[in-house]
């Protein structure tokens, strides 16, 4: 499957969304997820083919010219108009997707599979908190629009400046608390922890989605359950980058990452 660019728009200094739309988006059929993906493979600059590929034809070529697989947030589906919108984060040159995107242009394809997801607000929850970073902010602002209506939702979400805030809308009562990253000199994996720590403590029972950096993430996620705020069951949390490290040196490290915070016993 893949999609052909319609348009590009910046959305902040960190963020780009694109529309894809043609033929090739034929039999695409949303997953319901509200955090809904789809694996799409940006093609390096040497690469002798272009999109649409046949995978098993690429497998025996070099690594420098084969595909880089990335999870990419859904951020709309039109099934009428036959048109599904992506929201990428984009750190100027770092990043093979941030980089496509700042650089597409209408008509260039995209080669993807999926989609594929696995949260959606608790329909019985009293309340929902939305927590992560720029890599995560495509997400939580799909998820902000799936909670039920009047229900309260909390987003806390980090970026670099207020260059890096975008508006978002919610049919629940909705409050966003942007964490800026310039105007603090505290410890980065602390910095969203602190700022779930300082909100006020939610009445009844709270469904968490916390995504973003692995360091961040896990530490939300022991502030969260050491102050028995949200249970596992209710809480989402998932590692989409490390600090330090690449996209391809964090995949290598990510399942072993996965297992430890799976294995890891928050004191209450």
């Excluded at 809904?36 to 600059?45: G, M, R, S, T």
């Excluded at 750190?91 to 260039?108: F, I, K, L, M, S």
């Excluded at 009562?173 to 403590?201: K, S």
């Amino acid at each position: 499957m893949y999609g052909e660019v319609i348009s590009t728009t910046h959305l902040s200094s960190h963020l780009v969304r694109v529309v894809l739309g043609g033929p090739g988006l034929e039999g695409f059929v949303s997953s319901g997820f509200a955090d809904e993906y789809v694996n799409c493979f940006f093609l390096p600059a040497t690469a002798p083919y272009s999109a649409p590929f046949q995978e098993e034809d690429i497998r025996g070529l070099p690594r420098e010219q084969r595909p880089f697989p990335r999870r990419i947030t859904v951020r709309s589906w039109d099934s009428a108009r036959g048109e599904l919108a992506l929201d990428i984060a984009a750190h100027g040159d770092v990043g093979h997707a941030g980089r496509w995107a700042t650089q597409a242009r209408p008509g260039d394809r995209l080669q993807l599979r999926g989609p594929a997801g696995g949260y959606r607000p608790h329909p019985e929850a009293d309340s929902y908190l939305l927590v992560g970073d720029e890599s995560a902010l495509p997400a939580i602002a799909a998820c902000a629009e799936a909670v039920p209506v009047g229900r309260h939702v909390v987003a806390v979400v980090e970026v670099e400046d207020a260059a890096g805030e975008v508006p978002l809308t919610s049919p629940g009562a909705l409050q966003v608390r942007w964490v800026h990253r310039a105007a603090h000199d505290t410890d980065p994996d602390e910095l969203l922890a602190d700022a779930v720590r300082a909100l006020p403590r939610p009445v009844g029972t709270v469904s968490a989605f916390v995504h973003g950096e692995a360091g961040a993430t896990r530490a939300v996620r022991r502030a969260l359950l050491s102050a028995r705020i949200v249970t596992e069951e209710n809480l989402s949390c998932s590692p989409y980058w490390r600090r330090g490290l690449d996209d391809e040196q964090w995949r290598a490290v990510k399942a072993d990452w996965l297992r430890s915070i799976a294995a890891e016993t928050v004191s209450h």
